[in-house]
Structure formats: C-alpha cells, structure tokens
C-alpha cells in the first residue's frame, strides 16, 4: 500500500470510521514511517481546528427578521409594480377599444340616432379630416366617441365585449405574472 | 441584486457569534411543526413562513458566513436572499423533504454560485481583511475567540477559504451543521460517494495548505 491509501485510512480514522484491525494495520505502519506521521499530524491538526471552530454557529446580528420582512416587501412591490403598470396599460387599451367599437356599432345600427344616421356621419368624418388640425375638432371628436360609447352600452355587444375585455385582463396578468417571476439560477433549477 | 446597505446594513454589523450544541437535534414534534408551517407558508400564510425564518436564521446565516469567507456583509445579504428565493418557490417545496435541507440546499447553492462569480475578481486573500476581524476586535472575551485562539481562528478560515465550492459546503454541513452524508448528498445535489469523496479531498487539501503555511512560517 502506498502512502496515499493510508492518507484514506488515517482520515477515517479521524472520523471513527475505522475498525480495530484496521487501526492496528494502520498504527502498525505509522510506528515506521515518518512521511505517514507527518501527514497524520497535520490531519489531526486540521481535524482539531474544524471541531474547535465548529463548535461556534455564527448568527446574524438582531433584528434579521424585521430585514428580511422589508426586504420581502421591496421586492413583492418591485415584482408587483410591472403587474400594475400591464393592468393600466390594459384598461386603456380597452377603454380605447370600447369607444372605437362603440362608433363601429352606432354607425351600423344608427336607425333609434337620427344625429349618427350615414351621411351626417360621412359628412362628419369628412369634416372632421379637413379641420384635423384645430384643437376644437379633436375635442368634438372625443365627444362623439363618448356619445356614441354611452350609446353602445344599451345593446348587448357592449357587454360582450366587456366581459372579453376581463378576460383578456386576467389573461394578461397570468402572462406578466409568468413573465416576471424571479429569473432561474442554477440554484432554482435543483431544487 | 438588491444592495444590502438599501435596508440600513453596514459593514460595522457584527454578527452574533455563540457557543451552542453543534447538534440542531430535532425532535420528531419540532419536525412535525416546521413541516406544517411550511406548508401553511405555501397556502399563503406568510406569518407561518416568517416562524421559519425565525428558527432558521442562525443556521442559514453561519453557513453563508462560513461559506463567503466571514465577510459580515456578504453573509446578511446571501441569507436574507436565501429566505426571499425559498418564500418565492415555496411552491416546488416538498412536505415529505426535512424542511432545513430544502433551506440549506438553497443557500448552498446560492453561496456556491456567489464564490464562482467572485473567482473572476482575482482578490487575494491577504489583501482583505481578516475575517471575524470586527468580532475578534471586540475587547469582550468572544465564545469563538475563545474556543480557538485568534490565529487558530485566521488560519481555519483561510483553509476554508482555500477549498473549492463544494468542498467547502460539504465541509461546513458536516462540521458545523453536523449533516449526515445522505443530507449533505441531497442538499448538494450529489450521491454519498461523491460526498464522502469531496470530504476526504478536502481534508487533504487543508492538510496540504496547512502543511505549507507552517512550513512558510
């Protein structure tokens, strides 16, 4: 056996993982070679220093948990921002939709609106592309869009698309929550 | 990473260093409660989490010191982080697993990756300070001061230091945490050959760097 097999059994030995024969063989060869005793004493120093310094458990100073729960905090508002921010730009894009699609529906269904009939609302649109620039028009503009919205509720497409609208949110939220959930490491990956 | 001195942490932290049963050992009613606090944590019960963190601290907190080399700082900061990764992946916990080695496979880990990304920074040792220094520069007698004398101390942490990441884990959770090969092999994510095998090389790499410091001296 060469020294390294008895580097082995010396550190099991330290570690009591030797059986009496085992220790005999090994003290046997440690009476008549000094590199193996060399190498002992140093194993055992070692052995002495991690049972000494092992038997202290550092802990961290006071007030760790009130830490940790601040942290915790930053981070679920960090995380939870990007869901609101998605939410908000959500609800515009809706909103939007809504008003456009509630002028899409009076100016198909315009016969209970004789202010939204076809060709005043052609005329309209014309109108509204040759005085685009004035700050008037686009505020008309906007009024016609709310007018023809708060019509559109009364018909019962304005409540379908309400409730797509809540679909799509929730949908929404589930991508951006997926989206933002805490980026793998090799850590996450093992357990 | 969210910078530790954002909540008011700073270097002049010292950490709490005690003499205490090396031992954690948990009785079978202790396990049964952390399991159901843990898996009251999971249905959203943070209160129930924070009691885990409560119990946790200590052993969470020495292994990242030990870990990173006694940097106070550095050792807040891993362990704080260790609790905020197992709050957000409470789901992939399981109940049948002992709830400490799912934390400490986490801070393992963590720690493990920390000293891979901080092998590029090329520091050397003797050019930081020395570890425990703001604890063993305090007057009062410290237990840890006194269970090793200050250059014990100095010259452990460095053949810590000098040992691979997983070596260096597999050390600290057999020493310090007194795991036994199966635990350590599960929260390395290893078999017990290659525990056993991780130990026995580190032993001889301490053994080796010990032998050449005493020689330098």
Same mark, same amino acid.
């Given at each position: 056996?060469n020294h390294e097999?008895f580097?082995?059994?010396?550190?099991?030995?330290? *570690?009591?993982?030797l059986?009496?024969?085992?220790?005999?063989e090994l003290?046997a060869?440690?009476?008549g070679?000094?590199?193996?005793q060399?190498?002992?004493q140093?194993l055992?120093r070692?052995e002495?220093?991690?049972?000494?310094?092992s038997?202290?458990?550092?802990?961290?100073?006071?007030?760790?948990?009130?830490?940790?729960?601040?942290?915790?905090?930053?981070?679920q508002?960090?995380?939870?921002?990007?869901l609101w921010?998605?939410f908000g730009v959500?609800?515009?894009?809706a909103?939007f939709?809504f008003i456009i699609?509630?002028?899409?529906v009076s100016?198909l269904v315009?016969? %209970?609106a %004789?202010?939204l009939?076809?060709a005043i609302?052609?005329?309209?649109?014309? %109108?509204?592309?040759q005085?685009?620039?004035? #700050?008037?028009v686009?505020?008309n503009?906007?009024?016609?869009?709310v007018?023809?919205s708060l019509?559109?509720?009364?018909y019962?497409?304005f409540?379908g698309?309400?409730? /797509?609208? +809540?679909a799509?949110?929730?949908l929404w939220l589930?991508v951006l929550?997926?989206?933002n959930?805490?980026?793998?490491?090799?850590?996450?990956?093992?357990? | 990473?969210v910078?530790?001195l954002m909540?008011?942490w700073?270097?002049t932290?010292?950490?709490v260093?005690?003499?205490?049963p090396r /031992?954690?050992?948990? &009785?079978p009613?202790?396990q049964?409660q952390?399991?159901?606090?843990a898996?009251?944590a999971?249905r959203g019960d943070?209160?129930a989490f924070m009691?885990?963190?409560e119990?946790?601290?200590r052993?969470v907190?020495?292994l990242?010191y030990r870990?990173?080399g006694g940097?106070?700082?550095?050792?807040? *900061?891993?362990?704080q982080? &260790?609790?905020?990764? /197992?709050y957000?992946k409470l789901?992939?916990y399981n109940?049948?697993?002992k709830f400490?080695?799912?934390l400490?496979s986490?801070a393992?880990?963590?720690?493990?990756?920390?000293?891979?990304q901080?092998r590029?920074?090329?520091v050397d040792w003797?050019?930081?300070?020395?570890?425990d220094?703001h604890?063993?520069?305090?007057?009062?007698?410290?237990?840890?001061a006194?269970a090793?004398s200050r250059?014990?101390?100095?010259t452990?942490?460095r053949?810590?230091?000098?040992l691979?990441?997983?070596?260096r /884990?597999?050390?600290? #959770?057999?020493?310090?945490?007194e795991?036994?090969y199966?635990?350590i092999?599960?929260?390395?994510?290893t078999t017990?050959?290659?525990v056993k095998?991780? +130990?026995f090389?580190a032993?001889?790499?301490m053994?080796?760097h010990?032998?050449a410091m005493?020689?330098n001296?």
């Amino acid at each position: 056996m060469n020294h390294e097999t008895f580097t082995e059994k010396m550190v099991l030995w330290l *570690d009591n993982g030797l059986n009496a024969p085992e220790i005999t063989e090994l003290q046997a060869h440690l009476a008549g070679c000094p590199t193996c005793q060399q190498t002992y004493q140093t194993l055992q120093r070692v052995e002495t220093l991690l049972r000494g310094g092992s038997k202290i458990m550092v802990g961290p100073p006071p007030g760790f948990t009130a830490r940790f729960e601040m942290r915790l905090a930053y981070h679920q508002v960090r995380n939870g921002g990007h869901l609101w921010w998605g939410f908000g730009v959500l609800l515009l894009g809706a909103l939007f939709l809504f008003i456009i699609g509630g002028l899409a529906v009076s100016a198909l269904v315009s016969s %209970g609106a %004789g202010w939204l009939d076809g060709a005043i609302f052609y005329s309209g649109l014309v %109108g509204l592309i040759q005085l685009a620039n004035t #700050l008037g028009v686009w505020l008309n503009l906007v009024g016609l869009f709310v007018k023809a919205s708060l019509l559109t509720m009364s018909y019962p497409t304005f409540w379908g698309c309400a409730l /797509a609208a +809540l679909a799509l949110a929730w949908l929404w939220l589930r991508v951006l929550k997926y989206v933002n959930r805490p980026v793998a490491t090799s850590v996450e990956l093992l357990i | 990473m969210v910078n530790a001195l954002m909540f008011g942490w700073n270097i002049t932290m010292t950490p709490v260093a005690t003499e205490q049963p090396r /031992a954690r050992a948990i &009785t079978p009613e202790a396990q049964a409660q952390e399991q159901s606090w843990a898996m009251a944590a999971q249905r959203g019960d943070r209160p129930a989490f924070m009691r885990l963190v409560e119990v946790y601290q200590r052993p969470v907190y020495n292994l990242c010191y030990r870990m990173l080399g006694g940097d106070v700082t550095e050792a807040e *900061d891993a362990a704080q982080e &260790t609790f905020l990764r /197992a709050y957000t992946k409470l789901d992939t916990y399981n109940p049948n697993r002992k709830f400490s080695s799912w934390l400490f496979s986490i801070a393992s880990h963590y720690c493990i990756d920390r000293l891979r990304q901080r092998r590029y920074q090329m520091v050397d040792w003797d050019d930081l300070p020395a570890p425990d220094q703001h604890v063993l520069s305090n007057p009062e007698p410290q237990p840890e001061a006194a269970a090793l004398s200050r250059e014990e101390h100095r010259t452990l942490h460095r053949l810590l230091n000098n040992l691979p990441p997983d070596y260096r /884990a597999a050390t600290i #959770l057999r020493y310090w945490h007194e795991l036994s090969y199966d635990e350590i092999a599960e929260a390395l994510n290893t078999t017990v050959s290659a525990v056993k095998s991780r +130990l026995f090389r580190a032993k001889q790499m301490m053994a080796a760097h010990y032998g050449a410091m005493e020689t330098n001296l």
